[in-house]
């Protein structure tokens, strides 16, 4: 089973910018959905935002307004625009693919990104 792959993470002050990446595999069979993780030292793994059934777009409260999703129309690359970044936005991101295939569902989650705010 083939990871996502995540990119696009990095340092900067409070008040900017980063695009994440995540690249997923895709299998014979299996559609997939895509969702993003967050995780700060010492804290609970977290969602950050994903696509519901109906391809609209779901926000954990303290990034709306801030954060989009977007994904290409494979529905294999997606992304996530951070803007006005906080010091509470620093974390690991991770991507998490889910497999919905013939034969059963899977998930397979990414190394993930580091994404540090300094205020």
């Known amino acids: 089973q083939v990871q996502p792959v995540e990119s696009g993470g990095g340092s900067v002050q409070a008040g900017g910018s980063l695009r994440l990446s995540c690249v997923a595999s895709?299998?014979?069979?299996?559609?997939?959905?895509m969702s993003w993780y967050r995780q700060a030292p010492g804290k609970e793994r977290e969602f950050v935002s994903g696509?519901?059934?109906?391809?609209?777009?779901n926000y954990t409260d303290s990034v709306k307004g801030r954060f989009t999703i977007s994904r290409d129309n494979a529905k294999i690359t997606m992304y996530l625009q951070m803007n006005d970044l906080k010091s509470e936005d620093t974390a690991m991101y991770l991507c998490?693919?889910?497999?919905?295939?013939?034969?059963?569902?899977?998930?397979?989650w990414g190394q993930g990104t580091q994404v540090t705010v300094s205020s």
């Open positions: 895709t299998y014979p069979y299996c559609s997939v959905d």
């Open positions: 998490k693919a889910d497999y919905t295939c013939t034969y059963g569902i899977r998930a397979s």
């Open positions: 696509f519901n059934s109906d391809g609209s777009t």
